[in-house]
């Protein structure tokens, strides 16, 4: 995520009219012009190649000779990828490198970076992408500034003449949708606030994003995309630039701060409160990244326990946890604290679901129905150890229940399955209308409907936990296979 704080410097006529008078000076001083003899770091600093992805993978990644001596370099985040990988490529694309190298102390880092953005402004499908080169400019006003004000100044002047043109260049693309109008306005602001001489672009940038964030953020906080994921990328990068703006007195659109005003609920929806997980319909984890956008809400926001417009639902009872789709395919996930259980997903919906929640003293149900045609009932108790699931259909279904990595699978001999989760505590799955096995690899428990109209499920916690033993057992037989 972009930083707080945002580097100023001038970017103005003052600064255009050295570019032009030292031009020749800075070409002769870089790799792709004459090269005069010059003595010490200067020397060995221009001998390497500009731009060369082998250099700045062995500077990034261990050891490197420079100027006759071996140094040493931890691995920085984007530089464990393969060399000549596609991470690699989007990482050099969309300069996430240079929040990597931002961190290191080293000068020499800083001047090879500078001059690795030579080769990266070269590249025929930087300019051609709207997306690649708001996020570019985005990288170029936070990371790469920083970069700068720690170079000489000639390698700055070279650095704003390239801002420049990047900027320009992003003013030349047509947005295709909201989205990318967003990004493409978000981006503009950033150059506005981290650099002075560009006020002129600040109007039209503040118009644009305030004619398309309701475009794309719901009334209810979560995005009409109904990706959770989106709502993440927004606040990553509409907040720091609205802390930067309030810092240099300049006035943030009325409607991106509604609208991040509705999205801090919607987080806290998505948001475990004591384990710091947070249960999306991803793979990665975003504990972190959500703490850092948190940190920019001044009151705790309340989850929300519906989100009728996007179609999401929060169901919390005891450490049980459920986040559920009420508008889609019926997918939901379950987490016990602050370890996921399981993902689940059962088909697509043909039309959109209706969803109500019911308290009540014995626990929480949550009804979604499509049509006359499926419908789903949920039922939580009170103290979170007893999930119910109901499921009645017209035609054969199939529930997979994606489990988490960290879950173990049981069997008991009598028949049944048993899940336990790292804080020892053990789940048994029942059912009624259907019958349930573990694929191969034993991370998915795909449960499969029998009867003919309706299928009942259910997962209780087991009064007793299972206690780690340090006692050598012999191996059973696997009788799940």
């Not at 800083?110 to 030579?118: D, E, I, K, T, Y």
Request: proline share 4%.
């Amino acid at each position: 995520m972009a930083d707080r704080r945002i580097f100023r410097v001038a970017l103005g006529p003052s600064h255009r009219g050295e570019a032009s008078s030292v031009f020749k000076l800075i070409r002769s001083l870089l790799p792709f012009g004459s090269r005069p003899k010059i003595k010490g770091f200067g020397q060995a600093i221009i001998s390497l190649d500009q731009g060369s992805e082998a250099v700045a993978f062995a500077m990034y990644t261990g050891e490197f000779g420079f100027h006759g001596e071996t140094h040493s370099a931890p691995a920085l985040g984007v530089f464990t990828a393969k060399l000549g990988s596609k991470a690699w490529q989007d990482s050099l694309l969309s300069l996430e490198w240079l929040r990597h190298i931002k961190a290191s102390q080293r000068k020499l880092h800083v001047h090879f970076a500078l001059r690795l953005l030579g080769r990266w402004a070269k590249a025929k499908n930087v300019r051609k992408n709207p997306v690649v080169l708001s996020r570019a400019i985005i990288a170029l006003c936070t990371h790469g500034s920083e970069l700068a004000a720690r170079s000489d100044e000639l390698s700055q002047v070279d650095f704003f003449a390239l801002v420049s043109s990047q900027i320009a260049a992003l003013n030349r693309l047509k947005a295709r949708g909201p989205q990318e109008a967003l990004l493409q306005a978000a981006a503009q602001l950033y150059a506005c606030t981290a650099f002075r001489g560009l006020e002129s672009l600040r109007k039209p940038a503040c118009d644009t994003l305030h004619s398309n964030i309701d475009q794309i953020i719901a009334s209810d906080g979560v995005p009409h995309s109904g990706n959770p994921q989106d709502m993440i990328d927004l606040m990553s990068l509409m907040l720091p630039l609205q802390a930067a703006m309030k810092l240099d007195r300049q006035v943030f659109p009325s409607a991106a701060a509604n609208a991040l005003h509705r999205m801090f609920p919607a987080l806290a929806m998505f948001t475990l409160e004591d384990g710091g997980f947070v249960s999306l319909f991803g793979d990665e984890p975003q504990s972190e990244r959500i703490n850092s956008l948190q940190a920019f809400n001044d009151s705790k926001a309340k989850a929300l326990k519906m989100a009728h417009q996007s179609g999401f639902a929060r169901c919390d009872a005891g450490k049980t946890h459920l986040i559920i789709d009420t508008k889609r395919n019926f997918a939901f996930e379950c987490s016990i604290g602050p370890f996921l259980l399981f993902k689940s997903h059962c088909g697509n919906m043909n039309q959109e679901a209706q969803a109500q929640l019911h308290e009540t003293q014995q626990g929480l149900a949550l009804q979604v129905s499509e049509g006359s045609s499926r419908q789903r009932i949920y039922f939580l108790s009170g103290d979170g150890s007893d999930l119910r699931v109901e499921d009645r259909f017209q035609s054969p279904i199939e529930i997979n229940l994606h489990l988490a990595p960290q879950i173990k699978i049981m069997a008991r001999r009598e028949g049944g399955i048993m899940l336990v989760v790292p804080d020892h505590t053990v789940w048994t799955l029942s059912l009624r209308g259907g019958e349930a096995h573990v694929d191969a690899n034993g991370t998915i428990l795909k449960i499969t409907s029998t009867a003919a109209n309706q299928m009942n499920w259910a997962l209780k916690k087991q009064a007793k936990s299972a206690k780690p033993s340090n006692r050598k057992r012999t191996d059973e037989p696997d009788l799940l296979g």
